[in-house]
């Protein structure tokens, strides 16, 4: 099991009701830790509508995790 930091912003703040958290989890990849949060938190936007990033650059949803990364699931962003 890893500790991961991570930070929500716009739609995942709000269906989480934070802005970040340490979580503790089995998941390896952005990719189950995304699939983990949304089935903690009862959400269903699918990972393709967001980017990921890991310790402050810009990662793949396969990347490996290592314990005590930052992550941030980073949502779509509309501009005006």
């Known amino acids: 099991m890893n500790t991961y ?3 929500y912003f716009s ?10 958290e340490t979580l ?4 390896s ?3 189950e830790l995304y699939a983990e949060i949304e089935a903690l938190y009862s959400f ?3 990972k393709d509508n ?3 990033a890991i310790n402050d650059e810009f990662g ?4 490996v995790l290592n314990d ?3 992550i941030v699931f980073i949502p779509p962003v509309a501009g005006g």
């Not at 503790?24 to 998941?27: D, H, I, L």
């Not at 793949?60 to 990347?63: A, G, M, P």
């Open 5 to 7: 930091h991570l930070q």
């Open 11 to 20: 739609l995942l703040g709000d269906f989480t009701k934070k802005s970040c």
């Open 24 to 27: 503790t989890s089995k998941a």
């Open 29 to 31: 990849t952005p990719s």
């Open 44 to 46: 269903s936007h699918g």
């Open 50 to 52: 967001f980017r990921v």
């Open 60 to 63: 793949e949803w396969n990347s």
């Open 68 to 70: 005590g990364d930052n």
